[in-house]
């Protein structure tokens, strides 16, 4: 008897060790603002059907034997991209999804057209990754809002050769205010940054939110609820 409560009393110091063991892998993780140091020079990422039920927190590496340098290149971010389109702008991504060489390197880039006029690139989030971004060309009306309650709007008139950081998970957006086109390049912390651009997310969800909700959290009447889940919500 004796003995069994032994072995349980070490059992029980075991387990709240590993409880306390993954707790803090857990909290020292979050101190992070960005993806995970990779484990090696490189992982290639490739497309593998993994057998069910197996995923990976990333992309699975070509063996690094057969990598080869296209593997880290891209081309074409200088061509204008046309910018007809419901917001006037269009964002070419260069993440781990066309340049596969990016994977757990933890960086990525995009570049951003704006139509003149009021081209925008709208009130959008990146859940995995602060964004500095680099105005080629024209001119832009940049900001971010800091969390509740203070909801304070950072913002300023972007011309050529500025710079502009966008905090990890902080709402911004940019507005091209002049009547040329204008051109950015956004580096971003995380080779998979992920996009939500809030209005497609609060009205054009599938399946739309109860009309109930978002009537009462906006303080807007059902009806312009109504008109605005019947929207065509354009995402870049
Ligand atoms: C740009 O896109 C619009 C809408 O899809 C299209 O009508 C137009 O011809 C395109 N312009 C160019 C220069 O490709
Ligand atoms: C791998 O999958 C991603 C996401 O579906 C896709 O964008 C990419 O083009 C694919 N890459 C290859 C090499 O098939």
Redesign the pocket.
């Known amino acids: 008897m004796m003995v069994m409560m032994t072995i349980r009393r070490s059992l029980n110091f075991q387990v709240a060790a590993a409880a306390m063991a993954i707790f803090m892998a857990l909290v020292s993780n979050l101190a992070y603002a960005a993806d995970p140091n990779q484990l090696q020079d490189f992982c290639v990422a490739?497309?593998y059907s993994a057998p069910a039920a197996v995923f990976v927190n990333g992309k699975f590496c070509k063996d690094p034997k057969v990598a080869k340098p296209e593997d880290f290149f891209f081309s074409g971010l200088l061509t204008p991209r046309n910018t007809s389109n419901p917001v006037g702008s269009t964002v070419t991504p260069v993440n781990v999804?066309q340049l596969?060489g990016l994977n757990t390197l933890g960086i990525s880039l995009a570049r951003i057209d704006f139509a003149p006029y009021g081209g925008l690139n709208p009130p959008h989030t990146h859940p995995r990754a602060t964004e500095v971004l680099l105005v080629l060309e024209g001119a832009l009306y940049v900001g971010f809002v800091t969390s509740n309650p203070d909801n304070r709007l950072f913002s300023k008139i972007l011309r050529a050769g500025d710079v502009f950081v966008f905090p990890m998970g902080l709402i911004h957006f940019q507005l091209n205010v002049e009547k040329s086109r204008a051109v950015a390049i956004a580096a971003l912390s995380s080779q998979n940054p992920g996009v939500i651009t809030i209005a497609n997310a609060v009205f054009g969800s599938n399946p739309r939110i109860d009309p109930r909700v978002l009537s009462r959290a906006f303080q807007l009447d059902k009806k312009v609820v109504d008109y605005l889940q019947t929207r065509f919500w354009y995402s870049n």
């Open positions: 490739i497309n999804d596969p």
